[in-house]
């Protein structure tokens, strides 16, 4: 089991882009650390090789970031907007898909992505894990403040064995958190779990627990 204590939030940006041509800046040192953490790790990773890669001066980049940590937690953001895009362009809806069948999914997801932010900055994700809320993410950046609601409500709305008339938003709510929060944490205190057998069936059934209401 993980027993790194977390001593504070990571450093924030000091500042927000509120212009084009600042949100363009922004947007180049953020996506060249990510190129650099895929490639290099953070052991690649400075603000000389991020001036390399995206052409930003360093007096620029501190003038958004304090330090580096702030910029790999941008970039870690940046990981999770791009596996959203993936799953949206690959997903295709099935017949006859049943509330586990969708749950096994997700969770897959879900592992896929602890993964990528894994290999980007191990330390990292070890030290500040419990910080990075996938669902606050994905609410920003879909400008949609019930995101995890919606989306998880348009998933199982479609499975044959789901009755979306008895459920609330409070389990929709309470299903995403558990799904995150429990599967991440299970993968920080041991990586060998998401390999183990019955890893994945314990995940669901607790998540069915949760809606268990609304089966038919």
Same mark, same amino acid.
């Given at each position: 089991?993980?027993?790194?204590?977390?001593?504070?939030?990571?450093?924030?940006?000091?500042?927000?882009?509120?212009?084009?041509?600042?949100?363009? =800046?922004?947007?180049?040192?953020?996506?060249?650390?990510?190129?650099?953490?895929?490639? #290099?790790?953070? %052991?690649? +990773? $400075?603000?000389?090789?991020?001036?390399?890669?995206?052409?930003?001066?360093?007096?620029?980049?501190?003038?958004?970031?304090?330090?580096?940590?702030?910029?790999?937690?941008?970039?870690?953001?940046?990981?999770?907007?791009?596996?959203?895009?993936?799953?949206?362009?690959?997903?295709?809806?099935?017949?006859?898909?049943?509330?586990?069948?969708?749950?096994?999914?997700?969770?897959?997801?879900?592992?896929?992505?602890?993964?990528?932010?894994?290999?980007?900055?191990?330390?990292?994700?070890?030290?500040?894990?419990?910080? =990075?809320?996938?669902?606050?993410?994905?609410?920003?950046?879909?400008?949609?403040?019930? #995101?995890?609601? %919606?989306? +998880? $409500?348009?998933?199982?709305?479609?499975?044959?064995?789901?009755?979306?008339?008895?459920?609330?938003?409070?389990?929709?709510?309470?299903?995403?958190?558990?799904?995150?929060?429990?599967?991440?944490?299970?993968?920080?205190?041991?990586?060998?779990?998401?390999?183990?057998?019955?890893?994945?069936?314990?995940?669901?059934?607790?998540?069915?627990?949760?809606?268990?209401?609304?089966?038919?």
């Amino acid at each position: 089991m993980s027993t790194n204590k977390i001593q504070h939030f990571p450093d924030v940006p000091r500042r927000l882009p509120k212009q084009n041509r600042s949100e363009l =800046i922004y947007k180049k040192i953020v996506s060249s650390a990510h190129k650099i953490l895929s490639e #290099y790790g953070r %052991k690649g +990773l $400075s603000t000389t090789t991020i001036e390399v890669v995206s052409g930003v001066k360093k007096s620029t980049i501190y003038h958004y970031f304090p330090n580096l940590d702030a910029i790999v937690m941008e970039a870690i953001y940046l990981e999770i907007q791009k596996v959203k895009e993936e799953a949206s362009a690959l997903y295709t809806e099935r017949s006859n898909a049943t509330v586990k069948d969708e749950l096994l999914i997700i969770i897959d997801g879900l592992i896929s992505l602890y993964d990528r932010i894994e290999k980007l900055d191990p330390d990292f994700c070890q030290t500040y894990l419990v910080y =990075i809320d996938v669902w606050e993410i994905l609410v920003k950046t879909s400008q949609q403040e019930n #995101y995890p609601e %919606k989306f +998880l $409500s348009d998933v199982l709305d479609r499975c044959v064995d789901f009755n979306s008339e008895k459920a609330t938003n409070e389990q929709y709510h309470m299903l995403a958190r558990l799904l995150q929060l429990l599967t991440w944490q299970m993968l920080q205190d041991n990586q060998k779990y998401a390999r183990a057998s019955d890893f994945k069936k314990l995940l669901i059934n607790s998540s069915v627990a949760i809606i268990a209401n609304c089966l038919k």
